[in-house]
């Protein structure tokens, strides 16, 4: 901030240009703004910056921020100067990040005075606000002028080293252009050295009319309700200092003062507010009749934008009617009333729409582009607009702005961005609906935790799957041209017909990029390779069923044991089989496309259990199929195991850890067709040939290959078949099986071994397969599967064994059995791959948005209390007269009544009682 170079093009306030002063003075560099904090305390140590240092080390020190480093990596562009992108900037600083902050406007200059909740003057306290402005919140009312609070707020800010750029435009996003470059803003002046910023997080902090791309707003429409706001210089004299501030007061409560301003000067009010504080403010609700009648709205229509257009408002009659009210309601005690300046050099007076509020529907969302991913939050006004005369503003915005704050931290931590999201939006749910009562009394503990200031705060009431919108990833569809790269050779009697398989593909690809965005270690870029790891499988699986799996218990070097788990969960919960091996993922040198295809299509079908129609996937399949196996990468398993010749996965069956014809698979002797787990080797052909058996199940087979013994579980067909010798030695003593969870693999422990041995000890003997149901009684299928592999993810060859085994251990009953059939895929599955893209939401995506347009009733229900004194219903009429004035007792030990309304609104402070002059409560001022 302090060198020129930061600052070119920009326009640095006086704030700043002290601080660059300030910088050089003390020969600090702020550009190196993870050691500015503290070069600055070492050097400026007398006592009052000493105090200062002790709060913000306080703060500091707390264990959300560890010590700085939580963010340190992570490089964040705020959007917005004004109070809550400030406060945002500060809590990112403390986090430890790069934190840089545009605002187009060149000076702070917004007199209007906002009404603080207890909470926020306690934290602004806290972080040393009256060592900056020593009048803060001295009043007994609580409110501050918007341009004090930005000052404090950006004095803290730099110094804790965050950039602040005024002058500066943010015109959009530029995305990552590929190779190394990040995320960056367009912004204006293009010259400013803010473009040059790459950076991970995006705050939006750009106040009511800024809308960032990809966020949708709502609007919430009360009863017509006309504000006005005036604010008037403030000379500080004593005799203003005598004139009391009129914390609130609305028609229904003082009726005859009302009268009397209406009658004396024709100015028709709802409601008004006087705070003194920089300036002399005063807000409020105007009627229309009367605005007519004086003249400060031109013409009446319907439509409240045309209504208040400014080429309808007469600016002197404004200021008139403005002027006249001030005076009146402060019984002519200001003297030389005269109008402060606003920004733009003109009478600060100002006429809007209280009528309309608007809301995000989301408070944030991640896009990924060219695998660069940015995190995109909204805070403050962009995010709820306020009804602010209530300070819900601030109040709010600064709750957003610690919600931010936890988001990034974990974004820093390394949360899952759909994790991620759906906490934030948990969170967010809850903003509209907070008020002093039932947010936590606590202040002292207040963080960017929200468990410290949420009671009861539930973080996932949103679940991942309901945020998938939120997470913006490269459409690689759009960007891809589409190829049709096979042409089916027409059947006889059909006419040629050209199926662009690949656009087929690219939609099981784009479906399965989707659905596993977002995981860690997984990133699906093809149909093949991107699936080795058996990450990406596990990720769809949760991403549908995340009860299923424990995502944190994976290791994505544990290939053949995430595989496994993977297949094991398909197979169990969906019925799908697997179409090669957990341990072929490891060692086969490239994965097979037309199998991932398969089994992938299955997957699709399973999970996103659409219908679809019939007969429209056979022939792209067929095609792929016979394209892929006609090729040179048909491989050893695609040759059937018995008579040799081509096998299609379609046709395929296994068993003993090959592949075959289902044809193919009967009994040696009777030719009779077997079944899994009904046969057994017959030891005397010599080549494995497969015998039936007569006994019933439960059967083990076992023969002898070689040297060594392959043990084969029938459910698990990839168990031990790919053992070399030497990892057959590796394998753990039968001692280490659990006694009560015996497997294939564990037979050794159940005697079954002796029999074999008995039997002969050159030539395997059949041996009865043990897994069956006498030995256990059925067990419920798990909810939820742990995977319960905790192999060092250095060593995964000599773990994958073991992996294996642990599985085996499950008990039979919550395996399912090995089905071919599942290898075919069903007409509707056929019809599936063909049929356009099935990425269709599921229900449960857009409940967020549900749950936020249900909120809005409450909200509006909230909100919709305050438009006007004069109409609100019986029921807010009995809130209110429960309301209590300040100068009674404290309001904890008041029952508490109208649950939604704020007990610091300035409309409750006044009382139907009050006996004063015009029945105007008046309080002790607060300057
Ligand atoms: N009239 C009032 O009484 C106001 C009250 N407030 C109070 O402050 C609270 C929080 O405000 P907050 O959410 O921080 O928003 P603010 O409106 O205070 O601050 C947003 C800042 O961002 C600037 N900005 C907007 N778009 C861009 C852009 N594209 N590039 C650069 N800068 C941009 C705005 O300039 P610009 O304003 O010129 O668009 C403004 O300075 C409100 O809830 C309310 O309580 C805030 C503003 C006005």
Redesign the pocket.
Known sequence: MCGSSRLNGSAPTKTQQNFIELCRHLKVEPRDYKHFYSKLKDRLNYWKAKDLWQKIDKRAAHPDYEQGQACHQHKCLV????????RTAIELALLGAQVVV????VSFM?N?V?HLWLYTIRDLLNLGAKKFYGRFCSGSIHHIS?RQ??LILLKLALILGVEVHTG????GLLEPAGGSTGWRAQ?SPGSHTAAAFEFDVFIS??????VPDGFKIKELRGKLAIGI?ANFVNRHTKQEAQVQEISGVARIYNQKFFQELQSEIGVDLENIVYYKDDTHYFVMTAKKGSLLKKGVIKQDFPDVNQLLAPANVNQEALQEYAYDAADFSTDHMLPDLEFAKNHAGRPDV?MFDFTCMHRAENASLVKERKGKRLLVAL?????V??F?PL????A??FLAAFDTAWMVRNWGKGVLPLELLAERESMYQLLSQTTPENTSKNYASYSIDPSTRYPNVSLSCIKPTQVKRLYDIEDCKAKKPMKPIIIIKPKKGKCHTTVTVSMRLEDLLSWCQKNTAGYKHVKVKDLSESWRSGMALCALIHNFRPELIDLSSLDEYNITGTNKLAFDLMEREFGITPVMRASEMTTCGKIDQLSMVVYLTQIRNALTEKETPAGNEGPFLEAFITLKLSSSEVGGSELCYFCNKRLYVLERGSAEGKFFHRSCFNCYQCGSTLRQGGYTFHSDTGNGEPVEISSPPPHISVRRKGSYKISVDPDFEESAECLTPTEQKDQPPSNSHEPNKPSELNLESTGIENQQNNGSASVPVPAPRASKAPLYPPLPKPRTVHNVLPQPSHAPKESEQNQEETHHNLPPESKSKPSLRKLQLSEEEKAELLSQDSDTETPASSSAASTSSSSKQHEGGEEEGYWSGGTATGKSLRNRRCMRRKSEPPASTQPQHGKMRSKFSPWNLSSPRLQQRFSVLRVAPSG
Not at 168 to 171: H, Q, R, S
Not at 391 to 394: D, F, L, S, V
């Open positions: 959007l917005g100067a004004g109070p809550c992108g400030l545009l605002d187009k406007r917004r209007n906002l918007i609070l930005q500066v435009t943010f015109e912004v902090a750009g106040g009511g009319r800024y706001t100002a805070v403050g006004d962009s995010l607009e306020p602010w300070g819900t503003g601030i709010r915005g």
